[in-house]
């Protein structure tokens, strides 16, 4: 561990989900005292599949963290088994991962937050970590030696160092002066989690639709997780998404996705609109708190860059935050925290950019883009990688590398 931390306040997490639990667990295997502060209760309950493609790179890195936790959430979660796309009701992609396997035998593994979050919380809590429940964050205040923090109920601590996880409508964020740069999407999305199939039929293969004429031009993407599969629906302009995001409406499309037994057995509906924003700093003035995950930037969810640029913000943050503690010169642990936030926030705008040319090519409003579709669909049973250029629209992933810090 090379020289002991000399401060002697703890580190404070704010925010218990999946980004908050992985930063408790690296600052703590960094020798770190931690304390993480939730406004839920414990045990709550978290409804819906949400982050559930936990990427290779990602998964690298937890075992980094802690030998074996990246395994951990691979034998818990599931391997889709390749993936198809469509355009107009023609297959214009399919690869299957068998072949993938022997190169990179964990591509990724897809399973819902709550589980995630039940293994990293297994291993924080083996680990020292301390927990406060309900206790809502009400502000913090920064120094050159520390964090103090008001809780809700009025009660105060203080921390050498604060990493903000506490999601979209981060507190942390706010009280340090950061705003969020970037627009939001007035397209509306539909999400609905179907039951697994009791027979074992449930399609393990990714798929996307580009303009499914069964839906009406909608487009239409499922992949399965650990327990079920998720459906997404592209709301077209114009469209009642009340209706379509009803029980009813569910059931009625769905079916024409999947086997309409799925639209009989439904676990979660939820309507959102995409947010390309990035926090204008990661840190603070006094170069104290580190934010990470949603606190730091809202992305699109396809391509999973929300969950696993998280993980990477918090494990960089914690590193950052071990550095600066066994620094003895306070310019040193400024710049320390400093470059760390200079770097994650490089990633940041970089996958806001990415995630904003996705959504470009899969809405297709511009006639540039309609044509390069039309050409790459016409083109596709011929040359391949026409196909692949479409079937990577919506996610934009590359081939990851073996870097440190490979594409998120």
Not at 298 to 304: I, V
């Amino acid at each position: 561990m090379g020289n002991q931390p000399s401060n002697t306040e703890p580190c404070v997490v704010v925010g218990a989900g999946p980004v908050g639990l992985v930063a408790a667990l690296a600052l703590a295997r960094r020798g770190l005292k931690v304390i993480v502060l939730e406004a839920e209760p414990e045990g709550r309950v978290r409804p819906g599949s949400r982050a559930i493609a936990l990427m290779f790179p990602t998964l690298r890195r937890l075992n980094e963290i802690r030998p074996g936790l990246g395994q951990q959430i691979i034998d818990a979660g599931v391997l889709p088994t390749g993936y198809e796309a469509y355009y107009g009701g023609r297959r214009v992609f399919n690869q299957q991962l068998s072949p993938l396997r022997k190169v990179l035998p964990h591509l990724a593994s897809s399973l819902p937050q709550r589980e995630t979050e039940r293994i990293v919380f297994a291993e924080c809590l083996a680990h020292g970590v301390e927990f406060r429940w309900e206790a809502p964050v009400q502000d913090l205040e920064t120094t050159r030696d520390g964090v103090t923090i008001t809780l809700a109920d009025g009660a105060r601590l203080t921390a050498s160092y604060v990493i903000g996880a506490d999601g979209a409508r981060s507190v942390t964020r706010k009280a340090i002066g950061v705003t969020m740069e970037g627009v939001t999407d007035q397209t509306p999305f539909i999400i609905v989690d179907v039951d697994e199939h009791p027979d074992g039929t449930t399609p393990m293969n990714g798929y996307f639709h580009y303009n499914d004429p069964a839906l009406d031009g909608r487009n239409v993407m499922h992949m399965p997780f650990a327990s079920g599969m998720r459906i997404d629906l592209q709301c077209l302009p114009g469209d009642d998404v009340d209706q379509l995001s009803s029980p009813e409406g569910v059931r009625e499309w769905v079916s024409k996705v999947v086997d309409p037994w799925y639209g009989e057995h439904i676990q979660w509906i939820s309507t959102y609109r995409f947010h390309q924003v990035v926090a204008d700093s990661y840190t603070d003035v006094d170069r104290r708190v580190l934010l990470a995950g949603e606190a730091a930037h809202l992305f699109s969810p396809w391509g999973g860059r929300g969950v696993n640029s998280g993980v990477f913000d918090a494990t960089d943050a914690a590193t950052a935050i071990a550095q600066a503690s066994t620094a003895g010169d306070p310019v040193r642990r400024t710049e320390i925290i400093e470059r760390a936030a200079d770097h994650s926030r490089r990633w940041g705008i970089h996958n806001r950019d990415i995630s904003s040319k996705a959504l470009r090519q899969m809405r297709g409003n511009d006639r540039t883009t309609q044509a390069k579709r039309a050409i790459a669909a016409k083109l596709a049973p011929v040359v391949w990688p026409a196909g692949a250029w479409l079937a990577n629209g919506p996610l934009q992933v590359p081939v990851p590398r073996l870097g440190a810090r490979a594409y998120f």
